[in-house]
T-cell receptor
């Protein structure tokens, strides 16, 4: 199964850290994990990706479990502008992104 | 660099008509992918073009087609429009290598009446 499993929705308070989980129990050794997010009325935008080790960039951090069956996207300090649908995607390396339903993140002021 | 641009942004058509949507990728990107987004089915991959050749194809009927020009600009065409074709059509570009980040445009909102 190519899809990943994410909670349908999550809420977080503004300026608090947010941990968005993703399950990809059937992942193979060469599949990357990508995260994209889609803000209201916009196209998806890239957030972060990784293979085995944890990754950090200016937007977020990605923590990948040692067995690679799950990962967590971490927004260190959520702002209202982070309210979006977050997609966790397995990248098979074939230029084709298979989106699931994602997690709708609501930020509470 | 300028981002991915899509034209038109909004379009209204009637059943049975055909429509052509355009996508201009980021300068230097050679791969263009198209996705359809609907409330019921979410984001679904249509096809991907690389150097004017279709490299990947999703599970859509033959009414959906596309092409890519030598400057990497791409068009997608939907013939014999159906009500269910109402959707947001998104275009994404990337340099073209495996696992490259895809950069999405704002989409074209198509409404079929």
């Amino acid at each position: 199964d190519a899809k990943t499993t994410q909670p349908n929705s999550m809420e977080s308070n503004e300026e608090e850290p947010v941990h968005l989980p993703c399950n990809h129990s059937t992942i193979s050794g060469t599949d990357y994990i990508h995260w994209y997010r889609q803000l209201p009325s916009q196209g998806p935008e890239y957030v972060i990706h990784g293979l085995t080790s944890n990754v950090n960039n200016r937007m977020a951090s990605l923590a990948i479990a040692e067995d690679r069956k799950s990962s967590t996207l971490i927004l260190h300090r959520a702002t209202l502008r982070d309210a979006a649908v977050y997609y966790c995607i397995r990248d098979f390396g074939n230029e084709k992104l298979t989106f699931g339903t994602g997690t709708r993140l609501t930020i509470i002021p | 660099k300028a981002g991915v641009t899509q034209t038109p942004r909004y379009l209204i058509k009637t059943r049975g008509q055909q429509v052509t949507l355009s996508c201009s990728p980021i300068s230097g990107h050679r791969s263009v992918s198209w996705y359809q987004q609907t409330p019921g089915q979410g984001l679904q991959f249509l096809f991907e073009y690389f150097s004017e050749t279709q490299r990947n194809k999703g599970n859509f009927p033959g009414r959906f087609s596309g092409r890519q020009f030598s400057n990497s600009r791409s068009e997608m065409n939907v013939s014999t429009l159906e009500l269910g074709d109402s959707a947001l059509y998104l275009c994404a570009s990337s340099p073209g290598g495996a696992r490259d980040t895809q950069y999405f445009g704002p989409g074209t909102r198509l409404t079929v009446l």
